[in-house]
């Protein structure tokens, strides 16, 4: 099984759903994110959490939010999904101690907003 | 607040030749510096990282980077290029200390090898 799992890894949805990205670690790790990647822009940090308690937003979270269920568990939603939103999203995790920095990357979840 | 700069969209290369790719970040100080690659239909994995120490650092597959911190520059090498190479590459940076974690990426470089 891969260390982080994103589900689904592709979705089409309509303009105004509301609509769940589910993450899940067995990394262990504390630390985890939620990036978007658009062509030529590169991966953008939306929602990040440092641990269970912690929620944090990133450069563009503006229409979307994050649960974080478990040290395991992070979910993205989008509340009303506009075509903008197309987009293919990453989850991730680290560790960030002891110089463990390396961030592990789930396959993605691949978004289309008709 | 930081950034990244990664110079050439698309790079195109012979089979065997020299790769380079280019980074350069902007950051008030050194940042951590990585390289990650993504192959078609997947996530990303990292090729290397700069933390400390030795400014030139080797990573996965063959690949070299090393860090100029008077250029602001992080660059991606490899002497001789592979077809499995072809992949698109991501420059990034993230802080120090115990508030890193979040990459800042630059927006990516896509490989391609001829044979």
């Known amino acids: 099984d891969a260390d982080v799992t994103q589900t689904p890894r592709n979705r089409i949805t309509k303009t105004g759903k509301r609509i769940m990205l589910e993450c899940s670690q067995t990394k262990g790790h504390d630390r985890m994110y939620w990036y978007r990647q658009d062509p030529g822009l590169g991966l953008r940090l939306i929602y990040y959490s440092f641990d269970v308690k912690d929620i944090n937003k990133g450069e563009i979270s503006d229409g979307y939010s994050v649960s974080r269920q478990a040290q395991a568990k992070f979910s993205l939603s989008l509340e009303s999904a506009i075509p903008n939103q197309t987009a293919l999203y990453f989850c991730a995790t680290s560790d960030w101690v002891g110089g463990k920095v390396e961030a592990f990357f789930g396959q993605g979840t691949r978004l289309t907003v008709v | 607040a930081q950034s990244v700069t990664q110079l050439g969209s698309h790079v195109s290369v012979s089979e065997g030749a020299l790769v380079l790719l280019r980074c350069n970040y902007s950051s008030s100080v050194p940042p951590y510096l990585f390289w990650y690659v993504q192959y078609p239909n997947q996530g990303l994995q990292l090729l290397l990282k700069y933390t400390t120490g030795a400014t030139l650092v080797k990573g996965i597959n063959g690949f070299e980077a090393e860090f100029k911190k008077s250029e602001t520059s992080f660059h991606l090498t490899k002497p001789s290029a592979h077809m499995s190479d072809a992949a698109e590459y991501f420059c990034?940076?993230?802080?120090?200390?115990?508030?890193?974690?979040?990459?800042?990426f630059g927006q990516g470089t896509e490989l391609s090898v001829k044979p």
């Open positions: 990034a940076v993230s802080d120090r200390g115990n508030q890193g974690g979040k990459l800042i």
